[in-house]
C-alpha cells in the first residue's frame, strides 16, 4: 500500500523536529530514511506508525487520510532498534502473538508461523527462547513477528542498529531478499548510507527536519541535490571549488599534460585494495585522491613528484559556497 506524507510538521517545544516534510511512496517499495542522528527520521517513521501526532499535514496510506487514526486502525508493522521480546516465551509464540490477541484458528497460526519461521531461516529455533538467540536472530524473528498479522506496511527503525558490522551486513541483504519475496511497502530508518544505498530502492535524506532529496541510490549519487547530500553519501574532497569523490580525481604526470591543476605529491597510503594520493596544490589547497593499485602503478608515483589532478569527465561534483571550508577527506556516519 501506498503512503503519502504531505506537508507534515513537528515540533517538541520550541524546537523544530519535521518542516513542512512531504514524501510520496508508492505501494511495495522498500524506501530508506537516510541521515544524520537527530535529523527527525524516527520522528517520521513514528508519524506514520501513528505513535507521535503531525502538527500539520496530512499522512494517507493506501488513499485513506490517516492522519487521525491510532495505531492500530493503520495495519503497520513495526520494528525498534531493541526489540522487545517476551523473554519467557518461545520463539514460536513470540511470533504467534499477534495472531493468537487477534483469535485466528490454531491450525492456521500453526501453519502461518511455520511458513514464517521458514521465511526468516529460524526453523530450527522455534522453541527455543529468546535469550537462546543471537542479536540477528532476535531481529529476523522481530521481523516474523512484524509480518505475521500481514500488514500493510512494515516500519523498521534502525533494525539493524545495535548489530555487529558483519551481522548487519548478512541481515541487510536478507532484507533486501525478503522484500523481494513479500513485496510488502516498506520504511526503514538509517543513518548509515551504505545500508541505505545497498539495501532501498529509493532514499530519503534528512536533515535538520527538512528533506534534502528523494531519488535512487544511482540519483543520490550521480546527481546529488547540494552539498549536505554528496558529503553525506560518501567521502568527498575538493579540488578548486568544486566538491568531487576521490576517485573521480585523475592524476596525470609528465610536462605535456597541462590539463588540471599543478601540485605536488605530499604523501601515499595504502588502504586495502585502493591508494590514496594526498597531493597540495600549486594554491595550496590540500587535496585527497584515490587510485586502484593498478592505477598507482601505471603512474609510477613517489612523493614529492609534479603532478595535474582534474575531475574525470561526468563525474558528480557540486559547487562549494565556503571556499574556507576543509577541503580534505571527509566521511560523514
Ligand atoms: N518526545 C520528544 N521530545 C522532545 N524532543 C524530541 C522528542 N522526540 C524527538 N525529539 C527531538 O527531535 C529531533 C529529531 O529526533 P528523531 O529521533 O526523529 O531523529 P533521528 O533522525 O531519528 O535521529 P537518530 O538517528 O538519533 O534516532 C531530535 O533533536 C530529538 O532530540
New binding site residues.
Given amino acids: 500500500m501506498s503512503i503519502e506524507i504531505a506537508n507534515v510538521g513537528k515540533r ?2 520550541g ?1 523544530v ?1 519535521l518542516d513542512d516534510v512531504s514524501v510520496s511512496i508508492p505501494a511495495g517499495q522498500l524506501t530508506a530514511l537516510l ?1 544524520p ?8 517513521l513514528r508519524i506514520i506508525a501513528g505513535l507521535e501526532r503531525a502538527d500539520t499535514g496530512r499522512v494517507e496510506i493506501d488513499g485513506v487520510d490517516a492522519t487521525n487514526l491510532p495505531p492500530q486502525k493503520r495495519n503497520v508493522g513495526f520494528v525498534f532498534q531493541h526489540y522487545a521480546a517476551f523473554k519467557h516465551l518461545s520463539v514460536r509464540r513470540n511470533v504467534a502473538f499477534g495472531l493468537e490477541i487477534r483469535k485466528r484458528d490454531k491450525d492456521e497460526i500453526r501453519q502461518r508461523v511455520d511458513e514464517l519461521l521458514a521465511l526468516v531461516h529460524l526453523e530450527q529455533f522455534a522453541d527455543r527462547l529468546p535469550a537462546q538467540l543471537s542479536g540477528g536472530q532476535r531481529q529476523r524473528m522481530a521481523l516474523a513477528r512484524a509480518l505475521a498479522v500481514e500488514p500493510a506496511v512494515l516500519l523498521l527503525d ?1 533494525p539493524f542498529g545495535a548489530l555487529d558490522a558483519k551481522v548487519r551486513k548478512e541481515l541487510r541483504d536478507w532484507l533486501r531478499r525478503l522484500h523481494d519475496e513479500v513485496h510488502v511497502t516498506t520504511v526503514f ?1 538509517t ?1 548509515d548510507q551504505e545500508e541505505a544505498l545497498e539495501v532501498a530502492d529509493e532514499i530519503v535524506v ?1 536533515n535538520e527536519g527538512r528533506v534534502e532529496q528523494i531519488g535512487s541510490p544511482d540519483q543520490l549519487y550521480d546527481e546529488p541535490a547540494n552539498e549536505f547530500v554528496m558529503r553525506f553519501l560518501g567521502p568527498v574532497t575538493q579540488l578548486g571549488d568544486q566538491l568531487v569523490r576521490p576517485h573521480d580525481l585523475q592524476i596525470q604526470t609528465g610536462e605535456s599534460t597541462a590539463a588540471g591543476v599543478p601540485g605536488q605529491v605530499t604523501r601515499i597510503t595504502r588502504i586495502g585494495f585502493e591508494i590514496r594520493v594526498d597531493i597540495t596544490t600549486a594554491d595550496g589547497q590540500a587535496v585527497a585522491v584515490t587510485l586502484t593499485r593498478n592505477e598507482f602503478l601505471t603512474l609510477g608515483l613517489s612523493v614529492g613528484d609534479t603532478v595535474h589532478v582534474r575531475i574525470a569527465p561526468n563525474s558528480p561534483t557540486t559547487t562549494v559556497a565556503d571556499h574556507g571550508r576543509a577541503p580534505s577527506l571527509a566521511t560523514s556516519a
Avoid: M, Q
Avoid at 542522528?37 to 517520521?44: H, I, P, Q, Y
Fill in positions: 517538541f517545544g524546537f523536529a541521515g542522528s537527530g535529523g527527525g527520521k524516527s520522528t517520521l534502525e530508518v543513518h534528512i
